[in-house]
């Protein structure tokens, strides 16, 4: 399994960022994801999840109104667009199993893509 994190950077309070995510090994269509992240010195935490259809879609309370969760099934991969960024969303992202333990059984783990909000 072969997981991709794209699409992070330096962006200033307030700004927007598009992160992709593209999977290949496992059918990607069978399973719920998530995105999850991790800032230095704390535990990774998934901020945003989506059923495997797309149908529906969970946020923790401090992202959700700012980030938006997707899925192309047909391309195999998943994004999420972050809105109105704040200083607190900085941290690598990681994209994955909605399971984070059975991400971790398995190691379904990308090399992730930093995310840095600062002016």
């Known amino acids: 399994v072969q997981i991709v994190e794209s699409g992070g950077g330096l962006v200033q309070p307030g700004g927007s960022l598009r992160l992709s995510c593209a999977i290949s090994g496992l059918r990607f269509s069978d399973y719920a994801m998530s995105w999850y992240r991790q800032a230095p010195g704390k535990e990774r935490e998934a901020v945003a999840s989506?059923?495997?259809?797309?149908?529906?879609?969970e946020y923790i309370d401090s992202v959700k109104g700012r980030f938006t969760i997707s899925r192309d099934n047909a391309k195999d991969t998943m994004y999420l667009q972050m809105n109105n960024l704040k200083p607190a969303d900085t941290a690598e992202y990681f994209c994955?199993?909605?399971?984070?333990?059975?991400?971790?059984?398995?190691?379904?783990w990308g090399q992730g893509t930093q995310v840095t909000v600062s002016s």
């Open positions: 989506i059923t495997r259809a797309g149908g529906r879609t």
């Open positions: 994955s199993h909605a399971d984070q333990g059975f991400a971790n059984r398995r190691g379904y």
